[in-house]
Antibody, heavy 122, light 107 residues
């Protein structure tokens, strides 16, 4: 069974940093793209970014709203994806979900974790 | 960036009704469209991928159609467990983008 578990959320002041983790099991982590999606309180879903598998260079892509402040990385030996969030803004307050790709169906956001809440406030 | 316009934002219906939600892309996205269902406090659940393919385990009352710029999600006969918020997602190219969501409530 595929499982994704996010952790690392919490209350942080504007301008500070936070790192989220997404621990996975039940699939060959290193073969798949890992993504992050967020949802501000009472709002819709927003794609944050994804990281390719190392077989495809391991390069990440980001939404314009976080580019230059957030970095997605992966540790294939531990089956963990990370979201490093720097220079946090109040508008980054959201539940952050990680999601994994599947090949059947061929979608990037197939399996999701339960989410972790990040609150940016002074 | 591709914009996804989803409508309606809110829909009120009875159990047993047939409902349709639409999503329009600001440019052609082939059939690279996914539909999700989200219940309060839960992660989104994949319903439909490639615009019209039903995810394993999803009831057959859910169906999707469309290609290019116009897409629909149809629920043929609403069940109590279907009252939730629905989102479309274009995964044609990045930055990937979601529709604004449709909140489906019981009448």
């Amino acid at each position: 069974e595929v499982q994704l578990v996010e952790s690392g959320g919490g209350l942080v002041q504007p301008g500070r940093s936070l790192r989220l983790s997404c621990r996975t099991s039940g699939f060959t982590f290193g073969d798949y793209v890992m993504s992050w999606v967020r949802q501000a309180p009472g709002k819709g879903l927003e794609w944050v970014g994804f990281i390719r598998s190392n077989a495809y260079g391991g390069r990440a892509e980001y939404a314009a709203s976080v580019k230059g402040r957030f970095i997605i990385s992966r540790d294939d030996s531990e089956s963990i994806a990370y979201l490093q969030m720097d220079s946090l803004k109040i508008e980054d307050t959201a539940v952050y979900y990680c999601a994994s790709q599947t090949l059947v169906p061929a979608t990037l956001l197939s399996n999701w974790g339960q989410g972790t809440l990040v609150t940016v406030s002074s | 960036a591709i914009q996804m316009t989803q409508s309606p934002s809110y829909l009120s219906a009875y159990v047993g009704d047939r409902v349709t939600i639409t999503c329009r892309a600001s440019q052609g996205i082939r059939s690279d469209l996914v539909w999700y269902q989200q219940k309060p406090g839960k992660a989104p659940k994949l319903l439909i991928y490639d615009a019209s393919s039903l995810q394993t385990g999803v009831p057959s009352r859910f169906s999707g159609s469309g290609s290019g710029t116009d897409f629909t999600l149809t629920i043929s006969s609403l069940q109590p467990e279907d009252f939730a918020t629905y989102y479309c997602l274009q995964d044609y190219n990045y930055p990937y983008s979601f529709g604004q969501g449709t909140k489906l409530e019981i009448k």
